[in-house]
Structures are given as C-alpha cells and as structure tokens.
C-alpha cells in the first residue's frame, strides 16, 4: 500500500519532476539566444562595413563623373587619320611594311633621327637582302635544274656535250 500511495503522489505532483527539468532548458535556452544574439551583432557589424564602403564608393564614383564631364574629350578618330599619314609618309619615303611598324612603335616619323632606330632598320634590311640571296635550297647542277634525268638519258652523245660545260 505504501508503494500506491508514493504512486499516487508521484503523479500528483508532477511539477516536481517536471522542475527538475526546467532549469536545464532555461539555461539551455538562454545560451542559444546569447549565440543568436552574438550572431546577429556579428551580421550587424559586417551590414554596417558594407553600408561604409558602399557609401565611400558612390562618393568615389561622384568624383569621378565630375572629373570626367570637366576633362576635354580627346578625338580618337583625329589620332588615327594622323597615324595614317604618317605612315602613308614612310612609305614615300621608301620604308616597307615592317620598317614603319618599327618606326611607330618607337615614337613615329620622328624616330627616323635617331641613330638606334636606323640601325635597327639598316639591320632588318640587310637580313631581308640575306634572306633573299640565299640559294633556293637546291643542289642541284644547272643541267639538272634544265633538264630532267629522263631527258639527259635519250640526248644523244653530242647533245649532252653541248649542255654539260667543259673545263
């Protein structure tokens, strides 16, 4: 009987239970809005540098279009007809294709004066005059070069002597 009746009281007071249990969920609770709490001044701080930075740029971007309408607009179009002529210039004057890219990459038509730039450009034409009186890669004799080995194989003997020169 005995055991009824701390049955009977346990389900009596089940706020004692029940208490027992509270605290831990309180404690539990309180912490878990101390991290909500540090999360969202967290967030609330990198808002605050975004609202900064945002403002420091739209100020930068003022600055600029001011600068922008005050500055004079330079006309592209006038540069590249003046590149035109200038090298339509050079090339009266006798200069190739890759001689007044040089000449422009170095400063224009007033580079011709400078003695580096002519060296360069002497050296570029000597290696073209090179390039050019090099042999075609051929070794061949000029009876060769006239005539295939089929055809000197049917002359006869005194047409092969007229074609080979004698020492």
Same mark, same amino acid.
């Given at each position: 009987?005995?055991?009824?009746?701390?049955?009977?009281?346990?389900?009596?007071?089940?706020?004692?239970?029940?208490?027992?249990?509270?605290?831990?969920?309180?404690?539990?609770?309180?912490?878990?809005?101390?991290?909500?709490?540090?999360?969202?001044?967290?967030?609330?701080?990198?808002?605050?540098?975004?609202?900064?930075?945002?403002?420091?740029?739209?100020?930068? =971007? @003022?600055?600029?279009?001011? *600068?922008?309408? !005050? %500055?004079?607009?330079? +006309?592209?179009? $006038?540069?590249?007809?003046?590149?035109?002529?200038?090298?339509?210039?050079?090339?009266?004057?006798?200069?190739?294709?890759?001689?007044?890219?040089?000449?422009?990459?170095?400063?224009?038509?007033?580079?011709?004066?400078?003695?580096?730039?002519?060296?360069?450009?002497?050296?570029?034409?000597?290696?073209?005059?090179?390039?050019?009186?090099?042999?075609?890669?051929? =070794? @061949?004799?000029?009876?060769? *070069?006239?005539? !295939? %080995?089929?055809?000197? +194989?049917?002359? $006869?003997?005194?047409?092969?002597?007229?074609?080979?020169?004698?020492?």
């Amino acid at each position: 009987m005995t055991d009824e009746v701390n049955e009977l009281q346990d389900t009596l007071n089940p706020d004692e239970v029940v208490s027992d249990q509270e605290p831990e969920l309180e404690t539990a609770d309180s912490e878990a809005e101390g991290a909500d709490i540090e999360a969202l001044q967290a967030k609330a701080e990198k808002a605050d540098e975004y609202k900064k930075f945002a403002d420091r740029t739209a100020a930068e =971007n @003022k600055e600029l279009k001011k *600068q922008l309408k !005050t %500055e004079p607009k330079i +006309k592209e179009s $006038s540069s590249d007809q003046e590149d035109r002529f200038a090298r339509l210039e050079l090339k009266t004057d006798g200069y190739k294709g890759g001689e007044i890219d040089f000449i422009m990459r170095n400063g224009g038509p007033s580079a011709v004066n400078d003695p580096l730039v002519k060296a360069a450009i002497e050296s570029l034409r000597k290696a073209e005059k090179s390039k050019d009186a090099t042999p075609s890669g051929t =070794n @061949k004799s000029p009876v060769y *070069q006239k005539f !295939t %080995e089929r055809d000197l +194989k049917k002359m $006869s003997l005194e047409e092969l002597e007229k074609i080979v020169p004698q020492e």
